[in-house]
């Protein structure tokens, strides 16, 4: 089925901003843990594609990645990558900064999780396959991110439960989208909000995921073990 003009618009242009959000957090990153300029520009891209690369390749196989397609997401990544180059001394002494990295992350996610799922009702999946291929879109560039940098995903670490903010958002979506059968447009704009809303609430409230504690002879001798520094900053 076929996407209304506007839809695709208003998908289009959330794959832009969560692209050049994201490919600024990862070159942030880079930039902080002392990476040459390639190495920062790598981190910008895995960062802000790497989720659509996985959503491409592994779910839609729609053909070349959308990466490949256009120049604009590589026009975008060089774009935050210089921007870090040129302004992030001067970005991360600011003392709002990490407020900021964390806005632009409860941004990014729910941006991300809308542009996939759009994009796999529109190759006709149905509504759980949806919910998945938003939470690749959200979260796999982050994985990616955590793999290349040498540490554990955020994702299957105990702590701030953000992921789970994003499957509340894809499942918000679904059910906006295939239960109420609310305008699509607006199914994107309340995940997104809804998505942001959630995750300033974990970081608000300190809610905290845990271990199993059945497990913890096993895991507790691990995380004892872990360096601070093994966490990406």
Known sequence: MPL???????????????????????????????????????????????????????FLQDGPPRLLRTPTYLIIVVAATGLVLVFGGAIRRLRWFDRVTSAVDALGAGLYAVVGMNLALTAGLPAIAVVVVGMVNAVGGGVLRDLLIGAEPDLFQPGRPYALTALAGCVLFVTLVKGLHVPQATADICTVAATAALRFAVTVLRLQSR??????DDWRPQRQDRRPDDRPQ
Do not use: C, H
């Open 4 to 58: 209304n003009p506007n839809i695709v618009l208003l998908s289009q242009g959330f794959d832009y901003s969560a692209t050049l959000l994201w490919a600024v957090s990862g070159a942030m990153i880079g930039a902080r843990k002392g990476y040459a300029i390639l190495g920062i520009f790598v981190l910008a891209l895995v960062s802000s594609t790497g989720g659509g690369l996985l959503r491409d390749g592994i």
């Open 211 to 216: 271990p199993l504690s059945a497990f913890e």
